[in-house]
Each structure stands twice: as C-alpha cells, then as structure tokens.
C-alpha cells in the first residue's frame, strides 16, 4: 500500500444553528473571506498612517477612509469572484439554471475575477475621491496574500480544487467519488492520493508572496508607485502557473447541462485556464515592475 495522509475529520461549517424550523450554519469559506477583508483593512490603514513610506512622505489617502474602501474592495470581490467563477469555469452550468449564480454559499469564485472586480472597484473609488490609483493598488496589493492564503485553507477544507493523483508521501486521500477516480494509480479503491494542491497555493501566493512584499515595503518598495503591484502580479501568476503543473483540471464540471467543460476544465494550447488567465497578470506585473523601477524616488 502506498503512503498517504488521510483527509482530517473536518466539516466544510464552523458551526450551525437550528433555529425556527432552519439551519444557520457559518462555513469556513465565507470566514476566510471574513478574516481576510478585515485583517486587510487594518493592514491597509496601518500603512497609510506611516506616510513616511509614500512618495513625498505622504500617505494616498487618510486612513478613516480605508473604511470606505474596503467597501468597494467587499464588492468588488463578491461580484467579480463569482461572476469570473461563472464565466470562466461553469457558463454551461449557470446558463441551464441561472439562478444558481447567486448560490455564493455553495461555493465557486475565481480568484482572476475577483482581481477584475477589485481592479475596476478600486478605480472606481479613486475616481471618487481623488486619489492616486497606483499608490491605492500598491495598498491593496500588500494585503492580498493575506486573503489568498486563508481562501487557499479554506479550499482544502472544503475538500475542493485538489491536485492530480500522486503516489508521494504527503499525497492526501481526499473525500468524494470524484477525488477517488484516479484510473491507472497503482492505488486501492478508496485510497487514491492527490496533490494537496490548495496548501501548495496557500504556501506559494499566501506565505511566500506575502513575505517577498513585506520586505520590500520594509526597504520603500511604496516609495516607487507601481512596484507592489508589479510584484504582486507577477508573483501570483509564477505561483499559479506552477501549481497548475500538479493540479487537477476543473473535469469535474463536465456535465451534460455543461459541455464548455470540456473547454474550460481542460486544457486549451496545452495550458489550464488558470494558466492561460494567468499569462496576462504576468505580463502586466514585469511591465508594472519596469516602469516602476524607472521612477526617482
């Protein structure tokens, strides 16, 4: 028998309540959300309450109004996180029953739609009131690890977004039929390993991304508008597209109400769609990095 790890007794819920005929329950996906918003705030208006670390030694907004954007951020993530997840992965699905789109409790968001929706929310706000778009995104991009790395921990309790089959000693025997498809693994029925792929990720775009930004900030990174940003992207994306070496495509969501999973799930030109929706945010990251480093401090 092959070494493995057998997926902890943990349950997608917190906790749940029956209350009045119904079932309250607080799942362990929206926390993440939850901890992630609110630790990015206070993160956020730390750093605008040390001015000394922006270009001419002041902040791009006063820090009561971290509050307002974080709203914005909130909706930005909601609707672009779940809109993405819709389009990009599940169009057959959704199109069949559209009024699952606004299950947001059961599940799927896509982090490439979030980022648009932060992106076009953040803009929006900076429209608003005024102030520096770049200096703001620099903000929001040096809290983003922090949400990453909680969705990531959140998906592997959950039990979802696993990796591909692997006989390697920390492979994890995930629950479900589906997990449990690995045909030709020399594995026993009920016992086929994967790739803890969603710790991959939380290592990868929360810990290891997060450390690189916080140092840089240390050395007044924030100084140079653009390099956070730049960082972040490119970061992101070299650590996508190396999990998704391991992970498993989205196969699971080839339905007959679905056939574009097929398309979507799989590979397209030999890339995964988390692949190819990442080439993009690298592109965009070296070209952030490049100006930015040709900015005077």
């Known amino acids: 028998m092959l070494a493995a ?26 926390l993440a959300y939850l901890v992630g918003l609110v630790l990015g705030w206070l993160v956020i208006r730390r750093l605008t309450e040390r001015p000394a670390l922006w270009p001419g030694d002041q902040a791009p907004m006063p820090p009561a109004r971290v509050e307002d954007l974080l709203t914005y951020i909130i909706l930005g993530v909601l609707l672009g996180g779940r809109l993405g997840y819709v ?23 896509s982090f490439h739609g979030g980022f648009l929706g932060v992106l076009v929310a953040g803009l929006w706000f900076c429209r608003r009131n005024g102030f520096p778009p770049m200096q703001v995104s620099d903000a929001m991009a040096a809290v983003a690890p922090i949400g ?3 969705g990531r921990i959140a998906n592997f309790i959950n039990a979802e977004l696993w990796g591909r089959p692997t ?24 016992l086929c390993a994967r790739h803890p792929s969603q710790l991959y990720e939380a290592g990868l775009e929360g810990l290891v991304l997060g450390l690189i930004l916080w140092l840089l900030i240390r050395g007044g990174a924030l100084k140079r508008p653009g390099l956070v940003t730049g960082v972040f992207l490119t970061g992101y994306a070299l650590a996508r597209l190396t999990v998704e070496l391991v992970r498993q495509a989205d196969a699971q ?11 979507i799930g799989g ?11 990442s080439l993009p945010m690298l592109a965009a990251g070296l070209w952030f990095i490049a100006r930015a480093r040709r900015t005077p401090t």
């Open 5 to 30: 790890i057998p997926f902890p007794p943990i349950t997608p819920d917190v906790f749940s309540l029956d209350l009045f005929g119904h079932t309250f329950a607080l799942r362990w996906y929206a």
């Open 87 to 109: 389009l990009f992965y599940q169009p057959g699905q959704y199109l069949a029953y559209p009024g699952d789109i606004l299950k947001i409790w059961e599940g799927g968001m």
């Open 148 to 150: 990453l790395f909680l």
């Open 167 to 190: 006989d390697l000693p920390w492979g994890v025997i995930f629950p479900g039929e589906a997990a449990q498809a690995c045909p030709g693994m020399l594995a026993l029925p009920g």
């Open 253 to 263: 969501y080839i339905t007959p109400e679905n056939p574009l999973g097929h398309v």
């Open 267 to 277: 590979a397209v030109w030999g890339l995964s769609m988390g692949q190819l929706l």
